[in-house]
Nanobody
Framework: QVQLVESGGGLVQAGGSLRLSCAAS????????MGWFRQNPGKERESVAV????????YYADSAKGRFTISRDNDKNTVYLQMNSLKPEDTAVYYC???????????????????WGQGTQVTVSS
């Protein structure tokens, strides 16, 4: 079992920044990849960024490239999402998720993930 708790969401003006954090507990943190997803009502949960077990490899959705940075601190059992130059279309509930499948390489499909946090709301005003 893995427990995930997100924090850092909030209301920000367009062009601003937020840093989301996701604290993990349970299994050895460095043994699984982590992803950030977001979702709006009536829409599918979409991948934003993914980071490998040791933080060497990352994936970004086109919408996040150049503005968001995913990172992890395996000593602190925490994954981060630094979001800069935020836009109103970034408004969503953001979730972190753990992918325990050793053979997955930066999975982007939410169905590949085994455990999820409760989500944190990010609202970007224009």
């Amino acid at each position: 079992q893995v427990q995930l708790v997100e924090s850092g969401g909030g209301l920000v003006q367009a062009g601003g920044s937020l840093r989301l954090s996701c604290a993990a507990s349970g299994r050895t943190f460095s043994s699984y990849a982590m992803g950030w997803f977001r979702q709006n009502p009536g829409k599918e949960r979409e991948s934003v960024a993914v980071i490998s077990r040791r933080g060497v490899t990352t994936y970004y959705a086109d919408s996040a490239k150049g503005r968001f940075t995913i990172s992890r601190d395996n000593d602190k059992n925490t994954v981060y999402l630094q979001m800069n130059s935020l836009k109103p279309e970034d408004t969503a509930v953001y979730y972190c998720a753990a992918d325990l499948n050793y053979y997955n390489l930066l999975a982007r499909d939410a169905r590949e993930y085994d455990f999820w946090g409760q989500g944190t709301q990010v609202t970007v005003s224009s």
